[in-house]
């Protein structure tokens, strides 16, 4: 196992639903990161925090909430989503941000109807 | 601007063969280059890596060859199996703040018996 769980697996919701996704290291990481990897698609970067603070934002809809309250834990809040949201979405966490190795988890398979 | 590019979108080669996959980017700041390897159903996780003083790193059946000049660098794998099935990302980096960070577009690999 790689050190990053993520919760839940698979997750449907409508676009009218507010919901969260989680994400836990357990490497004593500093470095946390949301990816979006769609079909057909690169893994595309949405969020990164280092230090607990946000450090990256890639231009990414509102609807998409990101929170991490301690170095270990990072969040993704959703609310009215789009069937276009429908991806899988992935936490990575990293010593350091920068040219360090990146520890991904299994990803959220996310389904708006 | 596509910071990084990769080829062969897919690639199928019989067992035993040695597939090559390669990364193309435009940023001399990069000074890490690693593959990640994915699964179906699963997060990426890194594979190999290298850094710019060396020009190859052998790790097992995979290798890096680094072309400092070309701006390349590409992944071999030696007497390639079934297992090795997967979607291969490039993912070079740069110190912190120096460049965004960027996933090649993924190389869906198919080892047939």
């Known amino acids: 196992e790689t050190g990053v769980t993520q919760t839940p697996r698979h997750l449907v919701m409508g676009m009218t639903n507010k919901k969260s996704l989680k994400c836990e290291q357990h490497?004593?990481?500093?470095?946390m990161y949301w990816y979006k990897q769609s079909a057909k698609k690169p893994l595309e970067l949405m969020f990164v925090y280092s230090l607990e603070e946000r450090v990256e934002n890639n231009s990414v809809p509102s609807r998409f909430s990101p929170e991490c309250p301690n170095s270990s834990h990072l969040f993704l809040h959703l609310h009215t989503l789009q069937p276009e949201d429908s991806a899988l979405y992935l936490c990575?966490?990293?010593?350091?941000?920068?040219?360090?190795?990146?520890?991904f988890g299994p990803g959220t398979r996310l389904l708006v109807l | 601007q596509q910071q990084v590019k990769q080829s062969p979108q897919s690639l199928i080669v019989q067992k035993g063969g040695i597939p090559i996959i390669n990364c193309a980017y435009e940023?001399?700041?990069?000074?890490?280059f690693p593959w990640y390897q994915q699964f179906p159903g699963k997060g990426p996780a890194l594979l190999i890596a290298i850094r710019p003083d060396v020009s190859e790193k052998k790790e097992g059946r995979f290798t890096i060859s680094f072309n400092k000049s070309a701006k390349q660098f590409s992944l071999h794998i030696m007497d390639s199996q079934p297992g090795d099935s997967a979607t291969y990302f490039c993912a070079p980096r740069g110190d912190f703040g120096n460049e965004k960070l960027t996933f090649g577009t993924g190389t869906r690999l198919t080892i047939i018996p």
């Open positions: 990575a966490s990293s010593q350091d941000f920068g040219n360090e190795p990146q520890y």
């Open positions: 940023n001399t700041a990069f000074d890490y």
């Open positions: 490497l004593g990481h500093n470095a």
